[in-house]
């Protein structure tokens, strides 16, 4: 996996609540069985009519804003513990989403790869789309060494909470396997002195 340290980036904000995993990627389009191009389906049903023509209005279909990381109202990535959710996100270019609660299974999986749910308090989340609202080129900087994130320009940030495994396997770009990998040494030390004694 890509390594993460720090992130500064615009965002794309979705204040929408509860939004579920079939929303983010509807069950039909779940057939394939890599991670690759599942971001052409994020949101399908919000980005595109009946017709496949992409609906102006909605913000992924808007050009004037781009961004590495998804801003999302409460509860995000309930419903179905598809894993595919994550997936598309992280294909579509998202690095960071921010919310200010998150399903469990969405956010491990989102850990999983690659994906940092960053979950803040409702008013800090409140905070975020107000300044964007008023200033969309707004930048956020997401911390991940000192666990902050912060409304560039603006004294405004706060701490956020994540497991310390995980922590370290997006610092060093690890999946579990490579995180294994990486111990490989004092796996066999472990075993050599278990064996002689």
């Not at 615009?10 to 509807?26: A, G, K, L, S, W």
């Not at 989403?97 to 800090?124: M, R, Y």
């Amino acid at each position: 996996m890509e390594k993460f340290t720090t992130l500064t980036s615009t965002i794309v904000p979705i204040p929408t609540r509860n939004i579920d995993t079939d929303q983010i990627i509807p069950a039909r389009f779940l057939k394939a069985t890599t991670r690759k191009g599942f971001g052409d389906n994020l949101f399908r049903d919000w980005r595109y009519d009946e017709n496949n023509i992409p609906k102006p209005d909605f913000i992924l279909n808007r050009p004037e804003i781009q961004g590495e990381i998804l801003v999302a109202g409460k509860n995000f990535g309930c419903g179905s513990s598809r894993e595919h959710a994550a997936w598309a996100i992280h294909d579509y270019g998202f690095r960071v989403v921010v919310s200010s609660f998150f399903a469990d299974i969405f956010k491990n999986n989102a850990l999983n790869n690659g994906l940092l749910p960053v979950q803040v308090t409702d008013a800090f989340l409140q905070k975020i789309f107000e300044t964007h609202e008023k200033t969309p080129s707004m930048e956020l900087l997401v911390d991940l060494p000192n666990q902050l994130i912060g409304i560039q320009g603006t004294s405004m940030q706060e701490k956020f909470d994540i497991n310390a495994y995980k922590k370290h396997c997006l610092i060093n770009g690890f999946d579990d396997i490579d995180f294994l990998l990486s111990q490989q040494d004092k796996i066999e030390a472990y075993e050599k002195n278990y064996i002689n004694n």
